[in-house]
Every structure is written in structure tokens, then in C-alpha cells.
Nanobody, 124 residues
Framework: QVQLVESGGGLVQPGGSLRLSCTAS????????IAWFRQAPGKEREGVSC????????IFADSVKGRFTISIDSAKNTMYLQMNNLKPEDTGVYYC?????????????????WGQGTQVTVSS
């Protein structure tokens, strides 16, 4: 069983930056497929970025390519999402998720564990 806790959300002006953290407990993030999703009001949850050491890849949604990066600190069992040049359309609740199969996928149903979410609001 993996417990995930996100932090780092907040209110930021367009063009600003935020770094979200997702800290895992109960199991190491190694060999898990791990991802960031977001959900804006009235919209479906969408994938932002995912990473899999087993598949050897990191992917980003087209809407965030070149602006967001993902990193892992294995010693802290923490995943980070660095978000730069934020836009109003990046507003939403951001969730981290993990699956025990090491899959990097945009399908939320393929993830076994979810954090509680952290609100990101981009507004002037």
C-alpha cells in the first residue's frame, strides 16, 4: 500500500512558477509508474506528466511541454513537478498517482494510488 501526499500548490500570477511535491510512504516509488494529473472545474481529470523507470520514459501532455519538468528524489521518496511560465488554463487541482505495474499511462483507472490533491490557481 502506498500513501501519497501532495504539497506546493497556491496562487500565482501568469508567467510565474510553482513546484509541486508528492511524497510517498508505505513503499518506495522505485519501479512504480508515477504521474501527475490535474482537474479543472467542470472538466475531466487529465494527465500532465508521467514517469516510469521500468519503461524508461517520461512523457508530458502537449499543453505543458517545454514548461513543466518532473524529477524524482529517491532518498526522500518524493516526486516533484516544476511548473514554469504558468498560464490561467493550468488552473486546477493537481493530483499525483502511482501504479505498481510500472506503467506510464494517461488512463486514470490504471493507477492504484492517489494523493488528496493540491490546488493551483493561475490568475492576475
Amino acid at each position: 500500500q502506498v500513501q501519497l501526499v501532495e504539497s506546493g500548490g497556491g496562487l500565482v500570477q501568469p508567467g510565474g512558477s510553482l513546484r509541486l511535491s508528492c511524497t510517498a510512504s508505505g513503499s518506495t516509488l522505485d519501479y512504480h509508474g508515477i504521474a501527475w494529473f490535474r482537474q479543472a472545474p467542470g472538466k475531466e481529470r487529465e494527465g500532465v506528466s508521467c514517469f516510469s523507470s521500468i519503461e524508461g520514459r517520461t512523457i508530458f501532455a502537449d499543453s505543458v511541454k517545454g514548461r513543466f519538468t518532473i524529477s524524482i528524489d529517491s532518498a526522500k521518496n518524493t516526486m516533484y513537478l516544476q511548473m514554469n511560465n504558468l498560464k490561467p488554463e493550468d488552473t486546477g487541482v493537481y493530483y499525483c498517482a502511482a501504479n505498481g505495474r510500472g506503467q506510464c499511462t494517461w488512463y486514470p483507472t490504471r493507477y492504484d494510488y492517489w494523493g488528496q490533491g493540491t490546488q493551483v490557481t493561475v490568475s492576475s
